[in-house]
């Protein structure tokens, strides 16, 4: 894939380790359920979208961790931090009173759409900002909820049930497919089909860096991820991903999400680090450099940022950047941040893409997606499921007199 | 400090740990050289942001690191993540040109007034930053520059010279405090006062606890931290800060700078890691839970969070939160994590603050400027400088052609 490769200078993985890995049972649907995401039915999102956006200017995406960390990646890996025109998509995502109460006292109510997404149907947050969000819009003396809505869950949910009730469209959310790996199904795809990121090259290039990994055995991303399984197994307990751009943080996010829930089981685990540079070159990087070698790195570069500057041919302090474009700046200290942790003797790979595009974006997903079921072989854990939050879950449901 | 306190429950420190640290030397200038920060001239920053706020609605905070996080988090911790009204802050810190291209595009040029940050005067991304406002401020034709900057800089600095040059306001950032410690000095004060949050609040709030722990030997803060070193040494290089509030994001963010930058150094150092509850126990939460054993963990809780709402007395969907307000919510969560922790033996601080204000934020950036500080005395390491960074700069430098 032209637009997403790997630099792997230095970063090599013993025979030993690629042969633990039973290849050919990899990138089947029992390994890889998300795969199935690729044949959703795009068109059915299209044609319901169409409606939506003829008549409203906001969504607001009423979802947590992997209910809302895949589209906040898109839309801030797509549009930046601050998308200046057209529709724009708001995130209800914690129960902190204060920022609900900043959305709802800024947001254009009346010309608002409102996605609610939950797996079980009874995510204790979404569920809670759910029931404020219809009890102040019947407040404001909206009677056509049904116009409003779309839910996505689990099929035979309660959001299926209020779905069918108020008669609004619904997407489900098949059952292998866990939050974390659903980003390229309804999930994902409706907020950004909302806001003009079309699902077919999201999918598209998800389809296509899959099809370049499953048939190459010794992939640049195999090879990669085979190595952090030998840093891990060496003490390196700390996995560090840092992007070369604003907007990729949230995309570092849903990176962190997808590693830490998915291997961290049975004692085990490596704990994903988000960074951004060149921010944190003044908040992470002493550490980095001259701390305990217990972390892997990885960082992310754009080749091409869509914008551009070009500073004066006379500048006010330091001459040598007159002239320089932006990008030369960052590139320049991405390139000094990377070269130096090498002679440091730090393992470094670095992920290079052309541009920030829904293509690109869909293959940064499929990407991490698949290195992660690759690392839960290795480490020999189930990537699927979340069995350790559940006693935190059920002391808060006690503490609300939930029994 | 009665709004500020620490819940310590099962967090113990040896008392050979205790009696490691000499006390009566550690809250001196030299030690803690912030603490000057506390006799700084508010009277004078008052007076000049007074004409400033008189003419302009909007302030580009122009600068990177610790010349930026610190302010960002007294702002977000007030007025949270989307300030409705009134004055407003934006932060031009990263040299992405996609970002500046958003920021320059919304911003309102002519109602701006522009405060440019940097201690040593030549931070490569601040220059560039302030290179490129210039020449769009002078493309735009104003001729009033004089009028619409503030430069903090340390003396002698590149800037101090702009400063003069322009007859703009100058504010200076005394050698010895290093920009992560800086948040309580102009830094962060000019900005705050800008956006109406009173210097004499947040320099009270740090006196204060500062006073309180300076006394007691066997403060809490000072017990939490030769705990910290204690599991440092046993092997946990991970130290999680986990607020249960949307607007303590930054704050977190501050202090990971805080402790990378300070203790990072000649392989020592504990790699602090941000989450922020309950988002992130849907990411975070299983490597907590049941991943490895590597990690120290404080939580903040909020008890007041200024705004709040009622659930209705029925709800669609799990009746037991009918009635519940949104706090209830989200301390019934916290509680539920914070229990699950400590039920499975992992090391869990609690500190509990009553409600952001400026005062609470004052205490906060001191408590952790103070923990910071008795980590390094016990560690062995100088906090002050990051020597590890300046390889990677100077390739940076060369790569620019600045030889």
């Given at each position: 894939m032209g637009y997403v490769r790997y630099d792997l200078k230095g970063i090599k993985c013993l025979p030993e380790t690629l042969k633990k890995l039973d290849f050919s049972s990899l990138f089947t649907r029992e390994k890889m359920p998300f795969i199935g995401a690729f044949s959703v039915h795009i068109k059915e999102i299209k044609e319901t979208l169409r409606r939506f956006k003829e008549i409203y200017d906001n969504m607001f995406v009423i979802g947590i961790g992997g209910s809302s960390l895949g589209i906040q990646s898109i839309y801030e890996g797509i549009y930046g931090k601050h998308k200046?025109?057209?529709?724009?998509?708001?995130?209800?995502?914690?129960?902190?009173?204060?920022?609900?109460?900043?959305?709802?006292?800024?947001?254009?109510?009346?010309?608002?759409?409102?996605?609610?997404?939950?797996?079980s149907g009874s995510t204790l947050e979404?569920?809670?900002?759910?029931?404020?969000?219809?009890?102040?819009?019947?407040?404001?003396?909206?009677?056509?909820?049904?116009?409003?809505?779309?839910?996505?869950?689990?099929?035979?949910?309660?959001?299926?049930?209020?779905?069918?009730?108020?008669?609004?469209?619904?997407?489900?959310?098949?059952?292998?497919?866990?939050?974390?790996?659903?980003?390229?199904?309804?999930?994902?795809l409706i907020p950004a089909d909302f806001v003009d990121i079309d699902p077919y090259a999201l999918v598209g290039g998800g389809m296509e860096i899959l099809e370049e990994i499953s048939q190459n055995k010794e992939h640049e991303a195999i090879i990669l991820t085979c190595a952090e399984y030998e840093s891990y197994i060496n003490g390196r307990n700390i996995n560090v991903m840092m992007p070369y751009s604003d907007s990729l943080r949230k995309f570092s996010e849903w990176w962190v999400q997808l590693w830490a829930e998915s291997l961290g089981k049975d004692g085990k685990g490596q704990t994903p680090l988000p960074a951004v540079g060149t921010v944190d070159q003044h908040s992470l990087l002493q550490l980095f450099m001259d701390g305990p070698d217990?972390?892997?790195?990885?960082?992310?570069?754009?080749?091409?940022?869509?914008?551009?500057?070009?500073?004066?041919?006379?500048?006010?302090?330091?001459?040598?950047?007159?002239?320089?474009?932006?990008?030369?700046?960052?590139?320049?200290?991405?390139?000094g941040t990377v070269e130096a942790l090498r002679q440091g003797g730090r393992p470094v790979a670095v992920l290079e893409v052309s541009r920030m595009t829904p293509e690109v974006m869909g293959a940064l997903f499929t990407l991490?997606?698949?290195?992660?079921?690759?690392?839960?072989?290795?480490?020999?854990?189930?990537?699927?499921?979340?069995?350790?939050?559940?006693?935190?879950k059920k002391i808060a449901k006690r503490k609300l007199g939930g029994v």
């Open positions: 200046i025109t057209g529709r724009k998509l708001y995130f209800l995502e914690n129960v902190d009173p204060f920022n609900i109460h900043q959305i709802f006292q800024s947001a254009p109510w009346d010309r608002t759409v409102y996605c609610v997404i939950s797996k979404t569920v809670s900002i759910f029931n404020l969000v219809l009890y102040e819009m019947k407040r404001r003396g909206f009677t056509d909820l049904y116009k409003r809505f779309i839910f996505i869950s689990g099929k035979n949910t309660p959001f299926y049930s209020i779905a069918k009730e108020l008669g609004a469209p619904f997407f489900e959310i098949p059952e292998e497919i866990g939050g974390r790996f659903s980003v390229l199904t309804p999930v994902g217990d972390k892997f790195y990885q960082f992310i570069k754009v080749e091409n940022f869509g914008s551009d500057f070009i500073l004066p041919k006379k500048t006010q302090v330091l001459d040598f950047i007159a002239g320089k474009r932006i990008s030369d700046i960052i590139h320049a200290e991405f390139e991490y997606m698949v290195k992660t079921v690759v690392m839960a072989e290795l480490m020999g854990v189930n990537p699927y499921g979340q069995p350790g939050v559940e006693i935190g």
